[in-house]
């Protein structure tokens, strides 16, 4: 079994930045795929941004050029550095592990005010 637990959403004002954490526990394999999806009240659960093993990412178009996502292989933890926030950005986000199974976290409210 796998463990998430996301960790460092908040209330921020418009421009601002905030840096979320994933923290995952329990049966990790290697070479899994880490993903932070969001969903705002009303709306679709959309995928923001994903990391593979090696490092590679994909980002959707609506954040790419301020979010960035990164991961420390030592501590099992995946983080989403997000800059220029604006409130369209505001929703719950919530961490996926991607691999022997399909496991997500109970999500982190990210505010933007304006």
């Known amino acids: 079994q796998v463990q998430l637990v996301e960790s460092g959403g908040g209330l921020v004002q418009a421009g601002g930045s905030l840096r979320l954490s994933c923290a995952a526990s329990?049966?990790?394999?290697?070479?899994?795929?880490m993903g932070w999806y969001r969903q705002a009240p009303g709306k679709q659960r959309e995928l923001v941004a994903i990391i593979r093993s090696g490092g590679g990412t994909n980002y959707a178009d609506s954040v790419k050029g301020r979010f960035t996502i990164s991961r420390d292989n030592a501590r099992n933890t995946v983080y989403l550095q997000m800059t220029s926030l604006r409130p369209e950005d505001t929703a719950v986000y919530y961490c996926r592990y991607m691999a022997n199974v399909d496991t997500w976290g109970q999500g982190t409210q990210v505010t933007v005010s304006s």
């Open positions: 329990g049966s990790i394999f290697n070479f899994n795929v």
